[in-house]
T-cell receptor, first 113, second 114 residues
Framework: AQSVTQLDSHVSVSEGTPVLLRCNYS??????LFWYVQHPNKGLQLLLK??????LVKGINGFEAEFKKSETSFHLTKPSAHMSDAAEYFC???????????FGAGTRLAVHP | DVKVTQSSRYLVKRTGEKVFLECVQD?????MFWYRQDPGLGLRLIYF???????EKGDIPEGYSVSREKKERFSLILESASTNQTSMYLC?????????????FGPGTRLTVT
């Protein structure tokens, strides 16, 4: 069965410093992985997706993620945090037919001045 | 752009009431999904539908049912609301088989059952 584990429920960074949100996956075959973001009082928005092409995936708003099969990881990074990055982030894997999504528990990112 | 709308942003219902949550999409997507979102649990799939009048149970279907009479509309029904169904409910859509798997989400309905 497919699953994802987000290793931190809360991450706090200063504006201008790097962001690292960690995600490990479990899959019996090559997975399709996503990161979604949810800003306060807004719907979920796709940040980026990995579908077995390049292992380094670039997304919107300067975020990127690297697929590492040897570590079963798909960590999300950004070189320099902005106040507007404060949100909840979900690591997601596709499971089974009909493109069902399995969500991690989420990581809430706080950015302080 | 895909547009997914949900009938209410906030809803307050009493225990035992029958509750209908409506979701409408304008992109002719085959697949539609209902999730509930709870703190620390992420999103959990309640039901999904891959075609008109077709439905499949997700991971937590107990206490819920769904209806899809038209392709663009997918309803979630709480037959007899209970306090443990207080949650944020999110609808999502995606193209049929062959798509990348990306789902498009509505803004959510925050349901409180008292």
């Amino acid at each position: 069965a497919q699953s994802v584990t987000q290793l931190d429920s809360h991450v706090s960074v200063s504006e201008g410093t790097p962001v690292l949100l960690r995600c490990n996956y479990s899959s019996s075959y090559s997975p399709s992985l996503f990161w979604y973001v949810q800003h306060p009082n807004k719907g979920l928005q796709l940040l980026l997706k990995y579908t077995s092409a390049a292992t380094l995936v670039k997304g919107i708003n300067g975020f990127e993620a690297e697929f590492k099969k040897s570590e079963t990881s798909f960590h999300l990074t950004k070189p320099s945090a902005h106040m507007s990055d404060a949100a909840e982030y979900f690591c997601v894997v596709i499971s089974g037919g009909y493109n069902k999504l399995i969500f991690g528990a989420g990581t809430r990112l706080a950015v302080h001045p | 752009d895909v547009k997914v709308t949900q009938s209410s942003r906030y809803l307050v219902k009493r225990t035992g009431e029958k509750v209908f949550l409506e979701c409408v999409q304008d992109m002719d997507h085959e697949n539609m999904f209902w999730y509930r979102q709870d703190p620390g649990l992420g999103l959990r799939l309640i039901y999904f539908s891959y075609d008109v009048k077709m439905k499949e149970k997700g991971d937590i279907p107990e206490g819920y049912s769904v209806s899809r009479e038209k392709k663009e509309r997918f309803s979630l029904i709480l037959e007899s609301a209970s306090t443990n169904q207080t949650s944020m409910y999110l609808c999502a859509t995606s193209p049929g088989l062959g798509g990348s798997g990306e789902q498009y989400f509505g803004p959510g309905t925050r349901l409180t059952v008292t």
